[in-house]
């Protein structure tokens, strides 16, 4: 096997679809995956999945329940981990975001919902 760095702006060019996560390296059971957003998803939450979100780029309204603390602005630098069953909705405030996720290989983007933008096979930076 050969090791090799991954550029982070590079891996963000090969991303050309928002809210579809591309995977730039497994880590055990943990995928790191790289992801643009625009504008707003939609609420959801995964039932076994904590996931982490890290900003590089933009700014990130993540949207919680009142019940969970409510609304919590990310700003690149920054990051916020959403644990299994918190309903959430991310939201990108800046024309574009760029996020860095952490989270099991088994988390389906879309969580407990299935729509248009579900995306069952992920592709690859």
């Known amino acids: 096997m050969k090791l090799a760095k991954v550029n982070i702006?590079?891996?963000?060019?090969?991303?050309?679809?928002?809210?579809?996560?591309?995977?730039?390296?497994d880590i055990g059971h943990m995928q790191l995956k790289?992801?643009?957003?625009?504008?707003?998803?939609?609420?959801?939450?995964?039932?076994?999945?904590?996931?982490?979100?890290?900003?590089?780029h933009g700014r990130l309204l993540m949207k919680l329940r009142a019940e969970q603390g409510g609304d919590v602005f990310v700003d690149a630098g920054e990051y916020i981990v959403v644990p299994r069953g918190v309903e959430h909705c991310p939201?990108?405030?800046?024309?574009?975001?760029?996020?860095l996720l952490v989270e099991p290989n088994t988390t389906l983007n879309t969580g407990n919902v299935v729509n248009e933008k579900t995306v069952r096979q992920l592709k690859t930076v």
């Not at 992801?35 to 900003?55: M, Q, R, S, T």
């Open 9 to 25: 702006a590079q891996a963000f060019a090969g991303v050309d679809e928002f809210w579809s996560p591309r995977v730039g390296g």
């Open 91 to 99: 939201v990108a405030l800046s024309d574009e975001v760029h996020c």
């Open 34 to 56: 790289f992801a643009k957003f625009k504008g707003e998803f939609h609420w959801h939450h995964h039932e076994n999945e904590d996931e982490l979100f890290l900003v590089v």
